[in-house]
């Protein structure tokens, strides 16, 4: 009953925030401009097109959910809320819980509202998305705000302020999405030849952007471009329990990164 409260009062504050309608038109303005590439392709499949629309949103998105969500947290430090609501009989575990899913559903209402915008748009101009392609870049967003708001979590309860949670959200993300594919190609460099794919796939678990865009491509037939590295996870994805598989890992993720965010709250509040 705390969580549904929790999740509740997150969902108003949430749509209260000017940061969320900041993140709004840009992501509203982001689906625009991807209905602009996609009016001078047909989508079918995995194509070059394709792969441009899923790594623009892969830049936006998981930098939106991070700051989105790990500023709410902060602020409730800031603010002296948690102060307030730590006197009643809530738990660490059901007021987490209930930021998450009340982060989950204002920043997939922002999804849902940039891509059913361009949908809309691009009908009348005659030039939009086709009912599929709009589905799958809403499962591809969903996939990654769920999986971001678990590390969001934990910078929040990381960061003793905005500026801390600024600080470690920007690192992460630039970490996990730009920096990533370098620092693994160097890394892999100093690992004997028969550890490559041992590590890539071990990599690939701790990477959850690296993750959603493996089953994203390879769900729509792209496996080939990973090459022989990957040639396990693509058989594991196409199989019958590849999808049952993934939910299974994204799921762990999120109850790691939750998990810990509790520890490191509780422990702060036994400080406090």
Same mark, same amino acid.
């Given at each position: 009953?705390?969580?549904?409260?929790?999740? %509740?009062?997150?969902?108003?504050?949430?749509?209260?925030?000017?940061?969320?309608?900041?993140? #709004?038109?840009?992501?509203?303005?982001?689906?625009?401009?991807?209905?602009?590439?996609?009016?001078?392709?047909?989508?079918?499949?995995?194509?070059?097109?394709?792969?441009?629309? @899923?790594?623009?949103?892969?830049? @936006?998105?998981?930098?939106?959910?991070?700051?989105?969500?790990?500023?709410?947290?902060?602020?409730?430090?800031?603010? !002296?809320?948690?102060?307030?609501?730590?006197?009643?009989? #809530?738990?660490?575990?059901?007021?987490?819980?209930?930021?998450?899913?009340?982060?989950?559903?204002?920043?997939?209402?922002?999804?849902?509202?940039?891509?059913?915008?361009?949908? +809309?748009?691009?009908?009348?101009?005659?030039?939009?998305?086709?009912?599929?392609?709009?589905?799958?870049? #809403?499962?591809?967003?969903?996939?990654?705000?769920?999986?971001? @708001?678990?590390?969001?979590? @934990?910078?929040?309860?990381?960061?003793?302020? %905005?500026?801390?949670?600024?600080?470690?959200?920007?690192?992460?993300?630039?970490?996990?999405?730009?920096?990533?594919?370098?620092? #693994?190609?160097?890394?892999?460099?100093?690992?004997?030849?028969?550890?490559?794919?041992?590590?890539?796939?071990?990599?690939?678990?701790?990477?959850?952007?690296?993750?959603?865009?493996?089953?994203?491509?390879?769900?729509? !037939?792209?496996?080939?471009?990973?090459?022989?590295?990957?040639?396990?996870?693509?058989?594991?994805?196409?199989?019958?329990?590849?999808?049952?598989?993934?939910?299974?890992?994204?799921?762990?993720?999120?109850?790691?990164?939750?998990?810990?965010?509790?520890? +490191?709250?509780?422990?702060? %509040?036994?400080?406090?």
């Amino acid at each position: 009953m705390h969580m549904y409260h929790i999740a %509740r009062r997150e969902l108003k504050m949430g749509f209260r925030n000017p940061w969320s309608y900041s993140f #709004l038109a840009l992501f509203t303005l982001f689906t625009l401009a991807l209905m602009v590439i996609q009016s001078r392709s047909y989508l079918e499949g995995y194509t070059y097109t394709t792969g441009t629309m @899923l790594t623009l949103v892969l830049y @936006l998105l998981p930098l939106m959910t991070i700051l989105l969500s790990s500023f709410s947290l902060t602020a409730e430090k800031e603010e !002296g809320s948690w102060q307030l609501l730590s006197t009643y009989a #809530l738990t660490t575990s059901s007021f987490l819980l209930g930021k998450y899913f009340g982060q989950a559903l204002v920043l997939i209402a922002i999804v849902c509202f940039g891509y059913g915008l361009s949908g +809309v748009i691009g009908a009348l101009l005659g030039a939009g998305f086709s009912f599929s392609t709009l589905l799958f870049l #809403l499962s591809f967003s969903i996939c990654l705000i769920l999986m971001f @708001l678990g590390i969001a979590m @934990l910078i929040g309860a990381l960061s003793k302020n %905005r500026w801390q949670a600024l600080t470690w959200g920007v690192s992460i993300w630039f970490f996990l999405i730009l920096a990533w594919p370098t620092l #693994l190609i160097s890394a892999l460099s100093f690992v004997p030849y028969t550890w490559i794919k041992p590590v890539l796939q071990f990599a690939t678990i701790l990477n959850p952007a690296e993750l959603v865009r493996l089953f994203s491509v390879i769900s729509l !037939g792209g496996g080939s471009i990973f090459g022989p590295e990957y040639y396990k996870w693509v058989n594991w994805f196409d199989s019958p329990f590849g999808v049952v598989g993934f939910i299974t890992l994204c799921f762990i993720w999120i109850s790691l990164m939750l998990l810990l965010a509790a520890f +490191v709250w509780e422990r702060g %509040r036994r400080h406090d």
